[in-house]
């Protein structure tokens, strides 16, 4: 079943009921303001940091779910019936509903009573506000007299205080209303120098800033006072719950549609300049007038919409495919880069499953998530992975996370999860196979954010690769600290005590539980690390990293081989885990997927035996699930993995993150059927038919889909801001299709199902445009061995770097197995 469709060639996706499974949301702001908004304008909005500057409230976990948005109510003054456009919060039955969300905009439209409504809601680019272009229409025969009302909940900015805090901040809320703006200045008076502003178009009827008098006492968003009485109040608020709500009242002839501007806005004045007069309390707003003014203006945020329209043509133009299969096309083309925009910008912290409030970004997943983005927008990337880099500890350990506003390290998580220092070197070669911006290994870059401690980029790769080296267990393999990718295989954690993290409780010593999965990914990092040092003609360097791999390679081949796949761990008595020999968590997908990904088993068979082996055990019909059998009860030594029911999260669920793993294991052994169908499984909007089973998005990836031991399998849950994302697109444009970047070109190395008679695919690489047109006419599943660049045969099978031209370069390539 399907809740609406895509229109690719508007590049949105069309959400034809407003009651979808879950709220169906989208990201607004790509760049500093950002905005989530559901498919009935739930969510809420921040400037940076989604728990320090939250501008409008939402209660998570609400039922029904998705209540507290950008609302907009409208009354026929002639009836006294009111509605919401948005379907939400009032619920009317609309004749007609239709949400489309788009690259960086959602549009909310429907009718009722013969009134069209239609809201687009945007954040232009360069500024921090959002844009609600509101329209209204009459298709009654007669006149209509009718009223709006906006409302959005101001959020007393630390959005975990302005939950609990209620004693305080009861107390604290304060706004100015100056003509159509109301602007919320919540501690401004203090150590603030922020505020934000909520501005109307048109000349108000009236106002509310008092949440409580808006609503009414004992009522809800379903029915508020003022709108119910078509009147607002002309509320001030001081202390409890300031709000914003404009009324304006439209007279419509009939056909007469009418246009009303909405902006709500985060502004920024110079300390020293707070107030004006200087002796008063009143908000200086002299530099944030005339940007009020610019976006009221109509004509503006046409041109703003469009900016928005032009910049999106351009990140989506680096890389476009034309392939037999409508859903990779549309991934690969729209979502999932879009996606991995989404996951770039807010790591794992605000989403309808991530409060916002918890988690800033992590070392290892925004590392991870530069991998779908590095191509859209470099030099974000260039600077994301020199602020991350600075947080790495000096001993070559990192914080786990750390907060954007402040770019520091979270102490309460500290540091300890083995894996974390190794995804910088992916990240930092990712960017350079990217860019070919060698320079950045030279930048100089702070340990621990200490001023006095910088050290080239380059150094702390080396530490992050001594960090293992360092750390090495009884039988050789790396120690897993408190965890590796898998943060819920906490072997030294013991927690026998309700509510303790399963990630910072450490009972053991952590000297004998060992990872698989963190051997597997030294290789592989060791390996990239090595061919950077040889690059920067440190011979003995590289010399180093490729003996130091081989050997632990050696190490996996002893320790880490089961028999017919690679083993997860070793627990802290010393005994594996991922094992024919245990009872419960036999085999794991992610050490077989990462010791291929770094090349072990792939001369000597064992990596195809491990990949029989996922099929065989792990592979469901809707992706390929953690490990089997799933712990069926809880595991003192094994931590949280066995805290989930089966089926979940890491406890057997389809966890799709390391689904794209097997689908690259799968490619570099050449079974480019096989990875396809596991890509097919997990990707969305080959999904969108089941989705009153998927119930999630159908066009962006789950983190989790449940696996074959729930009752629910099949229903995914945590969409939109999972290490999927990034993944899955690099798995797709890079492995599958094959167009990989490298340190020195593009290699053209698909990987696809016999049955395509081939693809296109435009890509943007360092300067120049190619356009590589791969046929199939033997039906193959891989195997280009020579390329036509501009008509011309070259040798091997990678584009190498050449100077720009402006002219698009016509690539050929022809797969013969
Ligand atoms: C979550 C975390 C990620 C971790 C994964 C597996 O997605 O954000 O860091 O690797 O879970 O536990
Ligand atoms: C829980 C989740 C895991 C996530 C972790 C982050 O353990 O199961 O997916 O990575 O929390 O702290």
């Not at 934000?196 to 009522?219: H, I, M, V």
């Not at 030099?379 to 500890?393: G, K, P, V, Y």
């Not at 590796?484 to 000297?511: A, H, I, M, V, Y």
């Not at 036509?788 to 013969?816: D, F, H, M, T, Y």
């Amino acid at each position: 079943m399907r809740f609406g469709h895509f229109d690719d060639s508007k590049r949105e996706y069309v959400i034809t009921q407003p009651d979808t499974p879950l709220p169906w949301i989208n990201y607004l702001g790509c760049e500093a303001y950002f905005g989530i908004i559901s498919n009935t304008a739930g969510g809420y909005s921040f400037y940076r940091d989604a728990r320090l500057r939250r501008l409008t409230r939402y209660r998570y976990n609400n039922a029904p779910f998705d209540v507290g948005g950008r609302y907009l109510y409208l009354r026929d003054n002639d009836s006294g019936e009111f509605w919401s456009p948005s379907w939400q919060p009032t619920r009317t039955k609309l004749d007609k509903y239709e949400c489309r969300h788009g690259m960086g905009y959602t549009t909310i439209g429907s009718s009722y009573g013969k009134i069209e409504a239609q809201t687009i809601y945007f954040v232009p680019l360069g500024e921090t506000l959002e844009i609600w272009k509101f329209q209204v229409t009459n298709r009654r025969k007669q006149a209509a007299r009718l009223s709006i009302f906006s409302s959005i909940e101001f959020c007393l900015w630390d959005a975990q205080d302005d939950a609990t805090n209620f004693q305080r901040n009861f107390s604290t809320g304060q706004v100015e209303i100056v003509d159509e703006v109301i602007y919320h200045k919540t501690e401004y008076r203090e150590r603030r120098n922020h505020f934000a502003w909520f501005a109307c178009s048109e000349k108000l009827a009236g106002f509310d800033t008092q949440r409580d008098t808006f609503l009414g006492a004992y009522r809800s968003w379903d029915n508020p006072a003022a709108v119910e009485r078509g009147k607002s109040f002309n509320s001030v608020a001081h202390g409890w719950a300031p709000h914003g709500s404009h009324h304006v009242k439209v007279n419509l002839k009939p056909g007469e549609t009418r246009e009303i501007i909405f902006v709500l806005g985060y502004h920024e004045n110079p300390v020293d300049q707070k107030f004006d007069p200087p002796d008063s309390q009143t908000i200086n707003k002299r530099t944030v007038k005339p940007v009020i003014a610019k976006y009221l203006d109509g004509k503006n945020v046409t041109a703003a919409f469009e900016g928005l329209r032009r910049y999106w043509d351009g990140l989506l133009g680096v890389y476009q495919v034309d392939s037999p299969d409508l859903h990779a096309n549309r991934m690969v083309n729209i979502w999932n880069a879009y996606q991995c925009m989404a996951t770039f910008n807010l790591s794992r912290s605000a989403s309808f499953y991530e409060s916002g409030i918890g988690r800033g970004l992590g070392f290892r997943d925004s590392n991870q998530d530069l991998l779908g983005f590095v191509h859209m927008v470099p030099s974000r990337a260039r600077e994301r992975i020199l602020d991350i880099a600075a947080t790495q500890l000096a001993g070559g350990g990192a914080f786990h996370q750390y907060q954007p506003l402040t770019k520091r390290g979270n102490n309460d998580i500290g540091s300890g999860f083995n894996d974390d220092p190794h995804w910088l070197t992916l990240g930092v070669a990712t960017y350079i196979k990217e860019t070919g911006d060698w320079s950045i290994l030279d930048e100089p870059v702070q340990f621990e954010n200490e001023p006095g401690s910088e050290q080239p980029l380059y150094e702390h790769l080396r530490r992050s690769f001594n960090y293992t080296l360092e750390r090495i267990g009884p039988h050789g393999l790396p120690l897993i600290g408190r965890a590796d990718w898998n943060d819920c295989l906490n072997l030294n954690c013991f927690s026998d005590t309700p509510g303790q993290s399963f990630q910072t409780t450490t009972n053991k010593d952590g000297r004998v539980a060992e990872s698989v999965f963190i051997a597997g990914l030294f290789v592989l990092a060791g390996k990239e690390l090595a061919a950077i040092a040889k690059k920067r003609g440190l011979n003995k360097e590289a010399e180093r990293c490729l003996a130091e791999a081989a050997k632990m390679e050696k190490v996996v081949y002893r320790h880490g081989w089961d028999g017919a796949w690679f083993v997860r761990a070793y627990d802290d008595f010393g005994k594996p885990i991922g094992s024919k020999v245990c009872k419960e968590g036999k085999i794991f997908t992610e050490s077989q997927g990462m010791c291929i990904m770094a090349g072990i088993g792939l001369k000597d068979g064992k990596a195809k035996r491990a990949l029989a082996s996922v099929n065989k055990h792990l592979a469901t019909k809707h992706g390929i699930v953690l490990q089997q059998p799933a712990f069926s009860k809880y595991y003192i030594h094994m931590g949280e993995i066995s805290s989930y029911p089966p089926g979940y999260k890491e406890n057997a669920g389809i966890f799709c993150h390391y689904n794209p793993w097997i689908i690259i294991s799968e490619t570099m052994v050449g079974n480019g059927n096989r990875a396809f169908d596991y890509y097919t499984r997990i990707n969305p909007s080959a999904r969108e038919n089941i989705g009153d089973r998927h119930r999630c998005e159908p066009y962006v990836f789950a983190q989790m889909i449940a696996g074959k031991d729930a009752p629910t399998h099949g229903e995914a849950k945590n969409s939109w801001l999972t290490g999927t994302a990034a993944w899955t697109y690099f798995t797709a444009t890079q492995w599958i299709l094959g167009i990989r970047t490298e340190f020195d070109g593009l290699r053209v190395d698909p990987v696809i199902p016999a049955k395509w008679k081939g693809f296109t695919v435009t890509r943007r690489f360092r300067g120049n445009t190619y356009v590589i047109e791969v046929r199939n006419p033997k039906g193959k599943q891989r195997g280009v061995k020579k390329l036509l660049v501009n008509g011309r045969e070259i040798a091997g099978n990678v584009l190498p770097v050449r100077p720009p031209q402006s002219k698009p370069i016509p690539v050929e390539a022809v797969l013969e197995g």
